[in-house]
């Protein structure tokens, strides 16, 4: 059987490709955050000094200033990757789905450990998360990534309404749609972050997220027949709250 998404999941104009020094560019990236997160599980942000991250991603330090300025940048790819699957997993949700259904469908499959993330690395997150409460400089970095996640959230609710035949534009309201998604997403992952819940479960990232964007049913999100959406909420046919394909973006604190 074929694993590659059929059109009739990808309606949306994907992202263009990019070059192969691009590529490499990222993954050297890449691999320093996951040093610097290792790190920082390991021994606090205050003990990690970027000499340590090089050391441990193998390359000079002057290597890791090329791509980052503080050690706190370091894990900012980490932070993007998470980001980065939650807004592409709304753009190729089924065309069918409603702009609510469409949320939670890439709330499901981002969130739930074992299909977007592994349940290890919903704990290495939830350090790094919880360390952006202690430190102003890494909480400006999960806020810029997040900030740029809700831009890119925007332009993909722009994308699926035209693709719905509807006219449609990067308006305030747009933008404020994105930012009331990311929301509901931050607050979950940070929510479940401060405890020592298992991301699995009824207080997992995923329920809580469920949860936050079912009490927006009647939030006006652009679409026809809105509150819901299409004239279908989110509990309405498709794929509702608690369904087979039921379900990041998030915003400065």
Known sequence: MSTTPSTAHQPFSAPAPVSLTERRKAETRMEIARAAAALFVQQGLRATRAEDIAQAAGIAPRTFYRYFATKEEAVAPLYAAGAQRWTEAVRTAPAHLTLPQALEHAVHHTLTPGLGVSAASWEWLRTLVRLADTSPALRKV????????????????????????????????????AAV?????????????????????????????????????????????????????????????????????????
């Open 181 to 253: 998604a990311g929301a509901a997403v931050r607050v979950a992952v940070e929510s479940w972050a401060a405890t020592t819940t298992p991301p699995t479960g009824p207080d997992g990232p995923a329920a809580l997220a469920l949860r936050n964007l079912r009490a927006l049913r009647t939030f006006e999100w652009g679409e026809r027949g809105s509150p819901g959406g299409g004239g279908e909420g989110p509990g309405g046919g498709g794929e509702g709250p608690g369904g087979p394909g039921s379900g990041e973006a998030c915003r400065a604190r």
């Open 142 to 177: 999960w806020a810029e990534v997040c900030q740029t996640s809700e831009g890119a959230l925007a332009e993909i609710l722009v994308r699926r309404a035209e693709a719905a035949g509807r006219a449609a534009s990067l308006t305030p309201h747009l933008r404020f749609a």
